[in-house]
T-cell receptor, first 113, second 115 residues
């Protein structure tokens, strides 16, 4: 299995809702990432988990809460989002240092209304 | 801090023409890794190539080729005999060194191949 699977593919949520994005990989990768991509912009790093521990938080607002339950799963919990948070959320994984490359999922297109 | 610049925001070509995408990077590290990714309209980032800073050998893979020049901090990408399926946004990216496994992307170049 050489894929990163993200669910759901599309999500529409209200500003008072709580929802979660899920990401799964079975490649034995020990680093997992969340990226946010706005239209016509490059992906921007949000969080990095290394060996199930949060190693990088790029000053992301607390309304985004990551969780890594085990080495194969990565969640992003969403609460009280704003319309400007609407974007494509990409999950990626890599071997511990990323030197061998990063595998990306197809993303979740989030719309906040 | 690491930085990647893709000066071309959009390139339009007619099918079968060659197209070259420029990528210039900045880093103070001696060990680093360069990547190219393709992002079709579906959104998934597709890995194309990885190069480490010690390997300046150019590479060809089918219609794709890459020219890595440390002297000019450039890692350019050429698509030969372009096809409509090559239409996508292409990102150059950099990781390694002090940044560890943080991947820094350039702004991307949108390639439109017309039939």
């Amino acid at each position: 299995d050489t894929e990163v699977t993200q669910t759901p593919k599309h999500l529409v949520m209200g500003m008072t809702n709580k929802k979660s994005l899920k990401c799964e990989q079975h490649m034995g990768h020990r680093a997992m990432y969340w990226y946010k991509q706005k239209a016509k912009k490059p992906p921007e790093l949000m969080f990095v988990y290394s060996y199930e521990k949060l190693s990088i938080n790029e000053s992301v607002p607390s309304r985004f809460s990551p969780e890594c339950p085990n080495s194969s799963l990565l969640n992003l919990h969403l609460h009280a989002l704003q319309p400007e948070d609407s974007a494509l959320y990409l999950c990626a994984s890599s071997r511990s240092q990323g030197a061998d490359g990063y595998t990306f999922g197809s993303g979740t297109r989030l719309t906040v209304v | 801090a690491q930085k990647v610049t893709q000066a071309q925001t959009e390139i339009s070509v007619v099918e079968k023409e060659d197209v070259t995408l420029d990528c210039v990077y900045e880093t103070r590290d001696t060990t680093y890794y360069l990547f190219w990714y393709k992002q079709p309209p579906s959104g998934e980032l597709v890995f194309l190539i990885r190069r480490n800073s010690f390997d300046e050998q150019n590479e060809i893979s089918g219609r794709y080729s890459w020219n890595f020049q440390k002297s000019t901090s450039s890692f350019n990408f050429t698509i030969t005999a372009s096809q409509v399926v090559d239409s996508a946004v292409y990102f150059c990216a950099l990781s390694g060194g002090a940044a560890g496994n943080k991947l820094t992307f350039g702004g991307g170049t949108r390639v439109l191949v017309k039939p």
